[in-house]
């Protein structure tokens, strides 16, 4: 199931890890494969989620383990489903 940007997505949806990380792919605005705190911060107004641009800096501090501003690296993306799960509370599960 293809989950499109221009499509509100429900923060207490159940989802995949493969569909959120499909949804989040859709921000990925210049097409590099990574996820940046900009794009990040959009996909959480996105969501409609309250203090999006501080829950952003918090996922980036938390997940951005070489520090490169970029969620790059597949160990940085379990980081970021964690986070969501945690913070966002949101329902992702492993297919």
């Known amino acids: 199931m293809a989950i499109m940007r221009c499509i509100r997505l429900d923060p207490n949806?159940?989802?995949t890890v493969d569909e959120f990380?499909?949804?989040?792919?859709t921000y990925d605005d210049n097409h590099d494969g990574r996820i940046s705190q900009e794009e990040l911060k959009e996909a959480l107004h996105g969501l409609r989620i309250w203090f999006g641009?501080?829950?952003t800096e918090k996922a980036m501090k938390s997940v951005?383990?070489?520090?490169?501003g970029t969620i790059d690296s597949a160990s940085e993306m379990e980081k970021l489903v964690k986070f969501a799960q945690k913070h966002l509370h949101m329902k992702i599960y492993e297919s």
């Open 53 to 55: 641009r501080w829950k």
């Open 13 to 15: 949806r159940t989802m």
């Open 64 to 68: 951005d383990s070489n520090r490169s």
């Open 21 to 25: 990380k499909a949804w989040l792919r």
